[in-house]
C-alpha cells in the first residue's frame, strides 16, 4: 500500500512537469520603434513580442511617423511537432518544454514628400488633355412614343 501512495504521490508531483509549447513571435522593424498591431489590436513598438496560440495567418500593420504604414499578412507555418499524432506528445507528454519563437523584421519606407513644383506641373498637364477632349456631345433626343 505504501508503494501505491508513493508512485500516486510521484505521479501528481509529475504533473506540472509535462509537455508544453511556448508559441511567440518578435517583430522588429528599421527603423525600429514603429508601433505594431495584429489584426488590428495594439502590441507595442517594435521590437513587440507576444505569444499566439494558433498557427495561421495573422496581419500585422507597422505605424511610424515620417514613414509609410506597412500592412503584412504573414502566415506562420505549423512546425513539425505540432502534426498529427506528435502535436499530442508534444503538447501532453514530454517532460520539457519547447520554445517556438518566430522573427519577423520589416523595412519602412519614408513618406516620399511630393515637390510641389512637379505637382503643379502634372495638374496643369491634366488640365490641359481634359480641354483637349472638348466638350461631351449632346445625348440623342429620346425617340418620340408613336402610342
Known amino acids: 500500500m505504501r508503494r501505491m501512495a508513493w508512485f500516486v504521490g510521484a505521479a501528481v508531483a509529475a504533473v506540472p512537469l509535462v509537455g508544453c509549447v511556448e508559441r511567440r513571435y518578435v517583430v522588429t522593424s528599421d527603423p525600429p520603434g514603429a508601433v505594431v498591431l495584429r489584426n488590428n489590436q495594439h502590441i507595442g513598438p517594435t521590437p513587440a513580442d507576444d505569444y499566439f496560440t494558433y498557427y495561421g495567418n495573422y496581419h500585422f500593420t507597422l505605424i511610424k511617423d515620417g514613414y509609410a504604414p506597412l500592412q503584412v499578412n504573414q502566415d506562420i507555418r505549423s512546425p513539425w511537432f505540432e502534426y498529427f499524432p506528435l502535436d499530442f506528445f508534444a503538447e501532453n507528454i514530454l517532460p520539457w518544454r519547447i520554445e517556438d519563437v518566430?522573427?519577423?523584421?520589416?523595412?519602412?519606407?519614408?513618406?516620399?514628400?511630393?515637390?510641389?513644383?512637379?505637382?503643379?506641373?502634372?495638374?496643369?498637364?491634366?488640365?490641359?488633355?481634359?480641354?483637349?477632349?472638348?466638350?461631351?456631345?449632346?445625348?440623342?433626343?429620346?425617340?418620340?412614343?408613336p402610342g
Open 102 to 145: 518566430r522573427r519577423f523584421h520589416y523595412k519602412l519606407e519614408p513618406i516620399r514628400m511630393p515637390n510641389p513644383d512637379e505637382v503643379i506641373n502634372e495638374g496643369q498637364s491634366l488640365r490641359n488633355r481634359g480641354k483637349a477632349i472638348g466638350a461631351p456631345a449632346a445625348p440623342p433626343a429620346p425617340a418620340g412614343n
